[in-house]
DNA sequence: TTTATATGCGGAAACGTTTGCGTAACAAAT
DNA sequence: ATTTGTTACGCAAACGTTTCCGCATATAAA
């Protein structure tokens, strides 16, 4: 069996390797007559065109990356579900990378980029990026970028996010109004702009309720699962301990529920419990987990809607998009008074 | 800025194209004076080499695809974390593909990889699967394909899989030892080798215990969660329901827990429930859930390893590899006497 | 002195496409 | 009869690499 590529099928036809081409690109400068037989013989053959030599020559490589810290949050699971269905619908082809939080990695990936493998990108940054030199730079070179969840504030692009201040004010509204005298919030980074508009609307509602306001109430947690339930036990088992919980991120509930666990304390009794989280079995937990539910599956098909648009469109200019979906609180046991 | 190519980097540096790129690979034919000169001027101008010529003519894509049915599963979830982490040592990227559990989308992924759009392979056939004729042409391509989780019985090559029979026939067993009188088993498909492992284990069990075998006590389940949800209550509803479930896959769990809360049956009293799950918070739930809890990212590592081993040396025949990763029982409140 | 052997590099083809430009044939308009 | 236009196709140049050759020069072996 030998290469079965365009020129083969040329040959075979007795055409040229532009018309048949041509042909299988549909174009209307080839009879319907030529158009049927080009596409006949190849299906026939099962010709199935060389990508790499596409994108070369077109400097389009039908790919779009999606760049994220990690894939073991259900959030960014759902997300990618999203963002796959939408790359598929547009027949394009989806890349994988995972920063592990690190910058590093992060700027590797991008800088990577600057050859054209992918024509755009889908990014939700690390916990420890702070500049965004990596970025502009991918930018400057014509990439568009949409950032989803995740945005880096010094960037402007299009950035898919989701209510964070309002949903922490609700969530931490909630909580007051559940009794709490004392709220802590379990953050998980200082620089994140979405941490910092979760713990804005957090002080804001302790304002807003003439709480008090202590630094300590905010917990800067680890990626150390052992050492965030320390971290966890000793904030609980301290004399002035808080009475309401908020985790800004999922998997800090498990810490949460453990802590209290072990130090026999009641959940939603000694303290009330509620949780960023998109978990589907939330509602099993025992007792079942107040939760602000991101609409993470929504946020990745919108985010990649836009950057098909964009590639679709060159003069479409994502820099002053701006989706902002809003998330759900969902009230379950764990916060009622 | 102009363009900046191995080209243009030559030209700067008074040499040919072919020392450049001989020198940037490190090619025992080139000075190591020139090598650095090479290598200092490219680093300057921030030279990225062009994915698609270098594919285009060495035939090597330097990717890998990782086709699954869903990621919405921890499992599955769990696995690509592995999976990436090898792929990013190697300095390989990774492609994410979802089948939905559709063999037609399957089919039309795979015969796009004819184009050498990747190197290899790692694959959990789609529930639909039945046919194999697909993967067989692929492979026949010369593309390496290992199979992880779900495998096609009719490919001869690489699978790692966890010990489906042996853990369903422990998980079975201990139900058994809990006192239960009769079992169901909640299953997904009844073509997937990775399915009929796991029922044959629970029937082996039940026939080394001398326990009564019933057809009715195997429920297929679908991809729909509500008509799952009317499957589970009719079940327990019924005068002659089992006291003991196995539920095969992780979503399926919620099913159970919801369908035993609306009847108001006791978990573990009435029923006793074990699933196959890889939920971080399985012991959070409401009783905390006995699962089989499987390797998945070791699962994922293993089998980017094994794909890298024959992506590296040519004459690595994978068809006779078998890993088997055993799955671990997690006895927990749901199914205790 | 001749013959090997190694070292360091350049020329040019090839990988499989896409695409700008040219052109033959024929019809319609002037 | 000439011009203009349309349709349908071919030629050949890119795209940016990798790699097979070839070819000097230098050193070592014969």
Redesign the pocket.
């Known amino acids: 069996m030998e290469?079965i590529?365009?020129?083969s099928?040329?040959e075979e036809l007795?055409?040229?390797?532009?018309?048949?081409?041509?042909?299988?690109?549909d174009?209307?400068?080839?009879?319907?007559?030529?158009?049927k037989r080009v596409v006949e013989l190849a299906t026939r053959l099962n010709?199935?065109?060389?990508h790499?030599?596409?994108s070369?020559?077109?400097?389009?490589s039908k790919m779009i990356a999606v760049v994220i810290p990690e894939v073991a949050d259900s959030f960014f699971a759902q997300a990618i579900n999203g963002i796959e269905s939408v790359a598929q619908e547009n027949g394009y082809h989806v890349l994988i990378y995972l920063t592990h939080e690190s910058l590093q990695k992060e700027q590797a990936i991008l800088k990577d980029f600057q050859?054209?493998r992918v024509d755009g990108v889908l990014m939700s940054i690390s916990a420890e990026t702070a500049g965004a030199v990596h970025i502009k730079e991918l930018m400057a070179k014509g990439i568009p970028l949409v950032f989803f969840d995740r945005a880096s504030d010094e960037v402007e692009t299009a950035r898919i996010t989701t209510d964070d201040f309002k949903s922490s004010y609700t969530a931490t509204q909630h909580l007051i109004e559940s009794g709490c005298k004392k709220i802590a919030l379990l953050s998980v980074s200082d620089s994140l702009s979405i941490s910092n508009e979760r713990m804005a609307g957090y002080k804001q509602a302790l304002l807003d309720y003439k709480m008090p306001s202590s630094p300590a109430d905010i917990v800067l947690c680890t990626h150390n699962e052992e050492q965030n339930l320390q971290h966890m036990v000793n904030l609980l088992q301290n004399s002035n301990r808080p009475n309401g919980i908020i985790a800004s991120v999922e998997k800090l509930t498990t810490c949460v529920y453990l802590a209290c666990h072990s130090l026999q304390l009641s959940i939603p009794n000694d303290v009330k419990v509620v949780s960023f989280s998109n978990l589907q079995s939330a509602l099993l937990l025992n007792p079942s987990l107040t939760t602000i539910t991101q609409p993470a599956f929504e946020m990745g098909r919108t985010a990649a809607t836009l950057i098909f648009k964009s590639l679709k469109n060159k003069n479409f200019n994502l820099k002053g998009e701006r989706v902002v979906i809003p998330s759900r609180l969902d009230i379950r046991s764990s916060s009622v008074a």
């Open positions: 290469k590529n365009i020129k099928l040329a007795n055409l040229s390797i532009s018309t048949v081409s041509r042909a299988l690109h174009s209307y400068e080839i009879s319907a007559e030529t158009k010709y199935v065109p060389n790499h030599a596409s070369l020559r077109s400097k389009k050859c054209g």
